[in-house]
T-cell receptor, first 112, second 111 residues
């Protein structure tokens, strides 16, 4: 059974903390994505990686960075968490070009 | 700017009827268009993919059309059931592999 696994289901952090969200896939997929989902706004792309150490900014990269040191792992970093980063974060992976995306279960992050 | 638009209002239909959801886009040249289903508190699940040179794709009770001239895709669920109630998302994949989603449309099928 193919899997995309996010490290935490629920997370509560304080304003100003550095936050790491981890995502691991076991399908040898080249592409990995981080999205955030807020009511009424759908899934918004934060960052995309198409290979190890390669990344591209999505629609809303401000306040975030990413790391992809190994093919199976894609990390989202909030350098200094703020309350407006409270959201559901979803990781996904795909093979290149015309392949379905597999999503993790999501991490609901609350910044207080 | 690039936009993917889905009807943000919920679609309410009676069981047994055909549900039709719309996805419109601007300033994209997608190589592929995909549809996903999302249940509350869960990640989206893939349903169908259609290529830019395909007009229509079917899978069981699902049908997707793709009109690159109108820049529109229609997603149909025939003989709808209460279990089809969910949010449905369209996603565009450009040649650069980036997968971008619309805001989704919530479908409610009433018994």
């Amino acid at each position: 059974d193919v899997k995309v696994t996010q490290s935490s289901r629920y997370l509560v952090k304080r304003t100003g903390e550095k936050v790491f969200l981890e995502c691991v896939q076991d399908m040898d997929h080249e592409n990995m994505f981080w999205y955030r989902q807020d009511p009424g706004l759908g899934l918004r792309l934060i960052y995309f990686s198409y290979d190890v150490k390669m990344k591209e900014k999505g629609d809303i990269p401000e306040g975030y960075s990413v790391s992809r040191e190994k093919k199976e792992r894609f990390s989202l970093i909030l350098e200094s968490a703020s309350t407006n980063q409270t959201s559901m974060y979803l990781c996904a992976s795909t093979k290149p070009l015309g392949a379905e995306a597999f999503f993790g279960q999501g991490t609901r992050l609350t910044v207080v | 700017s690039q936009k993917i638009e889905q009807n943000s209002e919920a679609l309410n239909i009676q069981e047994g009827k055909t549900a039709t959801l719309t996805c419109n886009y601007t300033n994209y040249s997608p190589a592929y268009l995909q549809w996903y289903r999302q249940d509350p508190g869960r990640g989206p699940v893939f349903l169908l993919l259609i290529r830019e040179n395909e007009k229509e794709k079917r899978k069981e009770r699902l049908k997707v059309t793709f009109d690159t001239t109108l820049k529109q895709s229609l997603f149909h669920i025939t003989a709808s059931q209460p279990a089809d109630s969910a949010t449905y998302l369209c996603a565009l994949e450009s040649a650069g592999n980036m997968l971008t989603f619309g805001g989704g449309t919530r479908l409610m099928v009433k018994p």
